[in-house]
């Protein structure tokens, strides 16, 4: 087993862990971030060839809650000695943390925050490397070169999750009988796929063919977690917030041509407008506490991407004192984009619907720095490789069901919401998954 840092200098012994050293250097382009990452315990967080690599363990913690998380984060960025920073430093060049957190926060247990021992970004331009680590740094160390490129997985087979097809329809039309009662007015139900390989799956290979086919998503890489989300919960940098809400999917065509009646179509549909306006209300109830001057936009726009088309709202609003990216995270989620409204409602009726452990798909993922900002994204169209066999991942889809929702065509959006980890497999070809 390896020895962390947070071992050897026994930081999470003691009552008061001695602070941690960081050290920040400008460096020239490193060329694509994700060829830099090592197979054992990399994080990742790029889009659009920005973004951040990050490897090795200084500190890890396991919260039980989005707020004990925040809580914690801020003792230890209080503390830190920094030997070295940039001027006029890009956000995220510095002490950070990624994380990601259960959906679900009675199964907390999987939720962590991992401060990493070394972290390469790039940013507008610049590029800069990180060191962490909990005693002071004797020599800044090698400035990290490509690593050796990941293999393809080989040998997929599918099988089906928790619930069949079937049976997750099924649940549909349930979830649709009862927002009929007047019970509640929108809920989202997820299913799951396995794809099993012959060998370890490695994550890298999903995340460089994620970054490049998802550019505009986040493409993300957490303790095996691993997707690319078009949906922003939160992000602050400096006072400024942002939350990109995204409600109502269409699947694009095969050809491609269609695409814009078919986004004409989507922005006119009274079931994907309901929908998506329940989650923009519910995005700016949240903030209303914690900001000032939230600017919500009169209509959605259409948000294209390769496999589906959705209505997207950016939110932005300014953040009050002390509000950090973190706290808002706590503040936002569960967001009716992947629970529902009223949102205790439909947080009861999703786990007795679903018959399924979402673990942290659904739940925030992302990374915070030691001024507060981070970034923190809702973990969609991702996979889990499995801790106790990595030849195994379970991949994770979800709808928004409303009062107008058709079983049939639902299974087929979650059908198109699980392409983008399916080809990243390199199983768009060949049998589809259940
Ligand atoms: C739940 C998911 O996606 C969410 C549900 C959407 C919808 O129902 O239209 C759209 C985007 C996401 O907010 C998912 O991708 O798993």
Same mark, same amino acid.
Not at 157 to 169: D, M, T, Y
Not at 325 to 335: E, F, I, K, R
Not at 390 to 397: D, G, H, K, V
């Given at each position: 087993?390896?020895?962390?840092?947070?071992?050897?200098?026994?930081?999470?012994?003691?009552?008061?862990?001695?602070?941690?050293?960081?050290?920040?250097?400008?460096?020239?382009?490193?060329?694509?971030?994700?060829?830099?990452?090592?197979?054992?315990?990399?994080?990742?967080?790029?889009?659009?060839?920005?973004?951040?690599?990050?490897?090795?363990?200084?500190?890890?913690?396991?919260?039980?809650?989005?707020?004990?998380?925040?809580?914690?984060?801020?003792?230890?960025?209080?503390?830190?000695?920094?030997?070295?920073?940039?001027?006029?430093?890009?956000?995220?060049?510095?002490?950070?943390?990624?994380?990601?957190?259960?959906?679900?926060?009675?199964?907390?247990?999987?939720?962590?925050?991992?401060?990493?021992?070394?972290?390469?970004?790039?940013?507008?331009?610049?590029?800069?490397?990180?060191?962490?680590? %909990?005693?002071?740094?004797? *020599?800044?160390? +090698?400035?990290?070169?490509?690593?050796?490129? #990941?293999? $393809? &997985?080989?040998? @997929?087979?599918?099988?089906?999750?928790?619930?069949?097809?079937?049976?997750?329809?099924?649940?549909?039309?349930?979830?649709?009988?009862?927002?009929?009662?007047?019970?509640?007015?929108?809920?989202?139900?997820?299913?799951?796929?396995?794809?099993?390989?012959?060998?370890?799956?490695?994550?890298?290979?999903?995340?460089?063919?994620?970054?490049?086919?998802?550019?505009?998503?986040?493409?993300?890489?957490?303790?095996?977690?691993?997707?690319?989300?078009?949906?922003?919960?939160?992000?602050?940098?400096?006072?400024?917030?942002?939350?990109?809400?995204?409600?109502?999917?269409?699947?694009?065509?095969?050809?491609?041509?269609?695409?814009?009646?078919?986004?004409?179509?989507?922005?006119?549909?009274?079931?994907?407008?309901?929908?998506?306006?329940?989650?923009? %209300?519910?995005?700016?109830? *949240?903030?209303? +506490?914690?900001?000032?001057?939230?600017?919500? #936009?009169? $209509? &959605?726009?259409? @948000?294209?991407?390769?496999?589906?088309?959705?209505?997207?709202?950016?939110?932005?609003?300014?953040?009050?004192?002390?509000?950090?990216?973190?706290?808002?995270?706590?503040?936002?989620?569960?967001?009716?984009?992947?629970?529902?409204?009223?949102?205790?409602?439909?947080?009861?009726?999703?786990?007795?619907?679903?018959?399924?452990?979402?673990?942290?798909?659904?739940?925030?993922?992302?990374?915070?720095?030691?001024?507060?900002?981070?970034?923190?994204?809702?973990?969609?169209?991702?996979?889990?490789?499995?801790?106790?066999?990595?030849?195994?991942?379970?991949?994770?889809?979800?709808?928004?069901?409303?009062?107008?929702?058709?079983?049939?065509?639902?299974?087929?959006?979650?059908?198109?919401?699980?392409?983008?980890?399916?080809?990243?497999?390199?199983? %768009?070809?060949?049998?589809?998954?259940?």
């Amino acid at each position: 087993m390896i020895e962390t840092d947070a071992e050897r200098y026994g930081r999470s012994a003691g009552p008061t862990p001695p602070p941690l050293h960081v050290s920040t250097v400008e460096i020239a382009d490193p060329g694509p971030l994700e060829a830099l990452l090592p197979r054992d315990g990399a994080l990742a967080w790029v889009r659009r060839g920005d973004g951040m690599v990050a490897w090795g363990e200084v500190d890890r913690y396991k919260p039980t809650s989005i707020s004990d998380a925040e809580e914690w984060w801020s003792g230890l960025s209080r503390d830190v000695v920094v030997s070295a920073e940039l001027a006029d430093a890009p956000v995220g060049a510095g002490l950070v943390a990624f994380g990601s957190f259960v959906f679900d926060p009675d199964s907390a247990g999987r939720s962590a925050l991992v401060v990493p021992r070394t972290v390469v970004g790039r940013r507008d331009g610049r590029a800069w490397l990180t060191r962490i680590s %909990a005693g002071p740094e004797t *020599a800044p160390g +090698p400035v990290p070169t490509p690593t050796e490129p #990941p293999r $393809a &997985p080989t040998g @997929l087979r599918w099988s089906e999750g928790a619930l069949s097809p079937p049976a997750w329809q099924h649940a549909v039309g349930q979830a649709v009988r009862r927002i009929g009662t007047g019970a509640l007015d929108k809920v989202v139900l997820a299913r799951d796929v396995v794809a099993t390989a012959d060998d370890e799956i490695d994550p890298r290979w999903l995340v460089a063919r994620l970054a490049d086919r998802y550019a505009s998503c986040w493409t993300y890489l957490v303790d095996g977690l691993v997707g690319a989300t078009p949906e922003m919960l939160v992000r602050r940098e400096g006072g400024l917030v942002t939350s990109r809400v995204l409600a109502g999917t269409i699947r694009r065509s095969a050809a491609g041509g269609a695409d814009l009646q078919l986004g004409a179509a989507l922005a006119r549909s009274s079931k994907d407008l309901e929908e998506h306006e329940y989650a923009v %209300a519910s995005v700016a109830r *949240a903030l209303a +506490p914690f900001c000032s001057g939230i600017h919500v #936009p009169d $209509a &959605p726009y259409v @948000l294209e991407l390769p496999n589906v088309l959705h209505l997207a709202t950016d939110v932005t609003a300014v953040a009050r004192p002390g509000a950090s990216a973190l706290g808002l995270a706590a503040a936002l989620h569960p967001s009716a984009a992947v629970c529902g409204t009223p949102t205790d409602v439909a947080r009861a009726l999703i786990p007795a619907l679903e018959h399924l452990d979402r673990e942290r798909y659904a739940g925030p993922v992302g990374w915070v720095d030691g001024r507060g900002d981070g970034e923190w994204a809702i973990a969609l169209r991702c996979g889990q490789v499995e801790e106790t066999d990595p030849r195994r991942i379970r991949l994770f889809a979800g709808c928004g069901i409303v009062a107008g929702s058709d079983p049939e065509a639902e299974l087929a959006e979650s059908v198109a919401k699980l392409l983008p980890m399916r080809e990243a497999l390199g199983g %768009a070809v060949g049998p589809p998954p259940p």
